[in-house]
């Protein structure tokens, strides 16, 4: 089902504006969002309790009659609470399988970092390669499947931090922060208020059919050469006159990355109605697509270097490509 851009773009609008009914300010994180949806991507999301991480999904699952399963993480977690297992019937003398509460549209993984690491590697496992294996059997999780797992950075005791290597299956690391006062003012008024019934306005079809258009959004060589050198910036830094930086770097992004930087500015362009890719598209999501990939050594840690410093003097160094589209018309002529 191949829609306009000006089609794809309403839909989109139009289940922005079901989802501002209800969440107030958080714009930004909405939008990234949106982007692993169509991109089929997952989120990790950083920030403290009460930004409405958890109200955000549901009422996105909601808007386009998903199905959406909150999973609150605890250290007594075990992997079989969330894949599922298997439960003898006693009335019939066989095994059944139970599947757990991955299989859903959108996932929410409550503070992540408080399960022990074979809960993490078993949803994990499950995001790459979107199946279950119970006794042998393999159950496939529904299409879209998008995960979003929160981290609460306040507190560390009783935590499980996550391994480096588990963190890169995340397309995104998106940092939520406080709303303004004025946000505020208004999510009191909301919260206080009347209930809020949200229109569903599409389906998971619809979805479905929007993250195929987005595959065949445009990419010019030049903006994925431009993704390729920053990734490329984040291991060899020398390279690129980043000698400075060698000592802060344990280990640079994957090319999960490089990936994620297409795939990422592919679904941005189609939000903007756009079926071709510009350089803006891309710089946009760098920071999101490479913090959590980039392994900092102790030095770093000494000299208080965030992985966002390291990032913003990456992008400083690399320089943007020239818009390579000038119009919709070209863009279908080299696609």
Do not use: W
């Amino acid at each position: 089902m191949q829609q306009d851009s000006a089609q794809t773009a309403e839909l989109m609008e139009r289940m922005l504006y079901e989802v501002k009914r209800v969440v107030v300010g958080q714009d930004r994180f909405l939008e990234r969002v949106l982007i692993a949806m169509l991109a089929q991507g997952h989120l990790l999301v950083e920030g403290v309790p009460g930004l409405a991480k958890t109200l955000t999904v549901k009422t996105l699952a909601r808007t386009m009659r998903g199905s959406f399963r909150r999973i609150q993480f605890t250290p007594d977690l075990v992997p079989a609470d969330l894949v599922g297992t298997r439960i003898y019937n006693q009335k019939s003398g066989e095994f059944g399988t139970s599947l757990g509460p991955v299989f859903a549209n959108l996932l929410l993984a409550d503070e992540i970092n408080r399960a022990p690491a074979k809960v993490q590697s078993a949803l994990l496992e499950v995001m790459q390669e979107r199946q279950v294996t119970i006794a042998g059997e393999t159950h496939r999780v529904p299409e879209p499947f998008v995960v979003m797992a929160t981290q609460n950075p306040i507190e560390t005791e009783g935590t499980y931090p996550l391994p480096e290597a588990q963190v890169d299956r995340f397309m995104m690391k998106v940092l939520v922060d406080y709303p303004s006062e004025e946000e505020e003012f208004v999510i009191a008024q909301r919260v206080t208020g009347g209930a809020v019934d949200v229109q569903a306005v599409a389906d998971t079809y619809a979805l479905q059919a929007l993250q195929k258009e987005c595959r065949a959004v445009y990419v010019d060589p030049s903006l994925i050469n431009y993704a390729v050198k920053l990734v490329s910036a984040t291991r060899t830094p020398e390279k690129y006159e980043l000698a400075d930086l060698s000592k802060y770097l344990t280990f640079g992004a994957s090319p999960r990355a490089t990936i994620g930087l297409v795939e990422g500015a592919r679904a941005l362009a189609l939000l903007r109605g756009r079926r071709y890719a510009l350089p803006e598209d891309m710089v946009d999501l760098v920071p999101d697509v490479l913090r959590h990939r980039l392994v900092l050594s102790y030095e770093a840690l000494a000299d208080n270097m965030t992985a966002d410093q390291i990032v913003q003097r990456v992008m400083q160094k690399v320089a943007v490509p020239d818009k390579p589209m000038a119009h919709e018309g070209s863009a279908n002529t080299h696609a």
